[in-house]
């Protein structure tokens, strides 16, 4: 079936675009077109971002109170509960998520995270008065930065959308969103829901486009404040154009993040913990941990484990609930993961995978993919590939294991495995980091997430990510 869209939400209205432009979205998994919408143009954006400033100023989401806020993000979860199951298909047909983890994560972990700023606006206490030690009180208010302009990958539209849209509202701000031309659909299904949960016109806001709508909309004077998802690179050059207007920016960017497998790890919790850790959506995971590195005393037995379990994995259809392994997000991507593999047939030992499925003749598929005797400095082991491709490092002590997982130019994510809690922790502590898992891997929602070095720069999720969201204004109690 495909869905065909006319019009674009923007100012809490079905409006029709200024351009004819159109984006056509592309089956991962069968390479045919399964739905288009207009191309939003930067008149468009102009339009959106004018009503996300009257919403923001004169609207009633300008006066209500943050409990206020919280009821209606409360009404915006369950909108999305209904919908769970149109998003995880839509992103799962869009970009070759497997539906089991698009069930998981676009959906469940969705509709958990906008009840938990819902939960925080109720509770947000927006003016702290303060005792001076000079002798009078100071009002301290935390007041909404205005208005968000949010820019995001395909990789987890949704959820990526969600991380941004539940600090902003939670926080009183207004938001227009560009979402990625690869991955557009879901964003019209959270529209629906965005519409049924009644916020006041102009609060949120939707424009896709590529990058260029995206710089233009980053740099736009009606802009407050911008909240990136993307590549390092476009991270850059985002960050550039912020720092030239002094415009508040979050970027969560690229990773290449480590998996250190220490000798008394149980080998079965490991093979487990694979898929969600190293593997999630095909490999198309920032955090996951693409890097294993495995002590020398163990490291026949843990490559040969490794391998087996990777080939053994279920390629195919994302939405059947058998399949492992999907698509790749685009062919230009699979080319992109193509050429890393061919890179690291030079570069160490093909264990696993190397090629294509060889019953799949439609879709963007890659084999999953497991290079042993990969040196740390190697391309395959420095640069993101994105994909699902592993490269197994070999360390004699665990000083070493540090020293490798820190040597990389990224620092988002990460793993340690061992049955000895309190050694596992204590090497978590000396990785290079924004966040990092004992025995498996999760982005709590009530905890910072985000990178370290190339990896970003700020925290979304958890109570600090809403102070992103605000800016503080101290009122002197003089008289
Ligand atoms: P991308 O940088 O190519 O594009 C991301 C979004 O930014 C798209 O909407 C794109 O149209 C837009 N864009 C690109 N260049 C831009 C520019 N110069 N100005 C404004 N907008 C621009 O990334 P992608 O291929 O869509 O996503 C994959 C990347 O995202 C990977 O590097 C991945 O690690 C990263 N990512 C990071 C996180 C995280 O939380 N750290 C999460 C998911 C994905």
Redesign the pocket.
């Known amino acids: 079936m495909q869905t065909h869209h006319q019009t674009l939400f923007i100012d809490g209205e079905w409006i029709k675009p200024f351009s004819s432009n159109r984006i056509e979205v592309i089956s991962a998994t069968t390479e045919e077109v399964i739905g288009s919408v207009p191309e939003g143009s930067e008149a468009d954006i102009d339009r959106a971002v004018a009503a996300a400033r009257r919403a923001l100023k004169e609207s009633a989401w300008a006066t209500c109170s943050p409990a206020e806020r919280g009821e209606a993000l409360n009404r915006f979860a369950d909108a999305l509960e209904k919908r769970g199951a149109k998003l995880a298909q839509a992103v799962s047909m869009q970009n070759g998520m497997p539906i089991n983890t698009a069930d998981q994560l676009e959906s469940g972990y969705t509709v958990a995270l906008m009840r938990y700023y819902a939960a925080l606006a109720i509770n947000m206490q927006v003016e702290e008065s303060r005792a001076s030690p000079l002798g009078f009180n100071t009002l301290v208010r935390r007041e909404p930065i205005g208005v968000v302009g949010a820019?995001?990958?395909?990789?987890?539209p949704v959820i990526?959308s969600m991380m941004k849209i539940g600090p902003a509202l939670a926080a009183g701000c207004t938001i227009v969103l560009?979402?990625?031309?690869?991955t557009v659909l879901d964003s019209y299904i959270v529209a629906e829901a965005a519409e049924e949960a009644k916020f006041p016109p102009g609060v949120i806001n939707w424009v896709p486009?590529?990058?260029e709508?995206?710089?233009y909309?980053?740099s736009h004077p009606g802009i407050d404040k911008v909240a990136?998802?993307?590549?390092?690179?476009?991270?850059r050059?985002?960050a550039q154009?912020c720092g030239k207007l002094l415009r508040p920016v979050s970027l969560?960017?690229?990773?290449k993040s480590a998996a250190i497998i220490l000798e008394d790890a149980n080998l079965d919790a490991v093979l487990q913990g694979l898929p969600s850790v190293s593997l999630t959506s095909n490999g198309?995971?920032?955090?996951s941990c693409t890097r294993i590195l495995v002590p020398s005393r163990r490291y026949k037995e843990i490559v040969d484990a490794i391998s087996a379990t990777v080939s053994s994995y279920v390629v195919g259809d994302p939405l059947d609930r058998a399949t492992q392994i999907g698509p790749m997000g685009s062919s230009i991507?699979r080319d992109r993961v193509e050429g890393y593999i061919a890179k690291g047939k030079s570069e160490a030992k093909l264990v696993a995978g190397g090629g294509r499925p060889s019953d799949r003749t439609r879709g963007w598929f890659v084999q999953p993919t497991v290079f042993a005797d990969v040196s740390n400095s190697s391309t395959i082991a420095q640069e993101?590939i994105?994909g699902p491709v592993l490269s197994i490092i070999r360390y004699h002590d665990e000083n070493e294991a540090v020293r490798i997982a820190n040597d990389s130019a990224y620092g988002?994510g990460g793993t340690v495995w061992s049955v000895d809690h309190e050694r596992a922790l204590n090497l978590a502590r000396r990785v290079e980091s924004g966040t990092i898992g004992i025995n498996g891997y999760m982005p709590d929602l009530n905890t910072p997430?985000?990178?370290v070095k190339a990896?970003?720069l700020g925290r979304?999720m958890g109570p600090e990510s809403v102070a992103a969201y605000q800016q503080l204004k101290s009122i002197y109690l003089l008289g």
Not at 284 to 287: D, I, K, L, P, V
């Open positions: 820019i995001i990958p395909w990789n987890f990526l560009k979402p990625s031309p690869g486009g590529g990058r709508l995206g710089a909309l980053v990136f998802t993307g590549s390092t690179a476009a991270g050059s985002i154009a969560e960017l690229g990773g198309q995971a920032c955090f991507h993101e994105f988002l997430f985000g990178g990896s970003g979304e």
